[in-house]
């Protein structure tokens, strides 16, 4: 099953909202199975570079089907994908924040 678009404005929504309930500003981003951009918002307040940032996790945690904050201790020296962010032309981030989402989460 394909994310939709309103399934995935939905889920940048809730992402949203769970910043304000933190009390944070965020960027959030939301990608297709083929990492290709499908919904985004940055709050105001919101650094400029949480923009860049929030796809480059978006785009992480499809192309690995993890999340980022699982992603560092592999790209640290001696782990089993140690220097992974320089060997794709594809943005990389390995800490915490991006989310995998599955099916079940769109409804």
């Known amino acids: 099953m394909q994310l ?3 399934q995935a404005a939905a889920l940048d929504q ?3 909202a769970k910043a304000t309930e933190i009390n944070v500003s965020v960027s959030a981003a939301v ?3 083929g990492r290709e951009l499908l919904a985004f918002a940055r709050q105001d ?3 400029l570079l949480s923009a860049e940032v929030a796809r480059g ?3 992480t945690s499809r ?3 993890m999340p ?3 992603v560092g201790p592999l790209t640290q020296p001696g782990g089993p994908l140690y220097c992974l962010e320089v060997s794709s ?3 990389l981030v390995s800490f915490a924040g991006g989310q995998p989402s599955r099916s079940t989460e769109w409804a």
Do not use: W
């Open 4 to 6: 939709t678009y309103q």
């Open 89 to 91: 032309h594809h943005r």
């Open 63 to 65: 192309s690995l089907n």
């Open 68 to 70: 980022t904050s699982q």
């Open 14 to 16: 809730a992402a949203l």
């Open 45 to 47: 307040g919101a650094p």
């Open 57 to 59: 996790k978006a785009s």
């Open 31 to 33: 990608v297709d199975s």
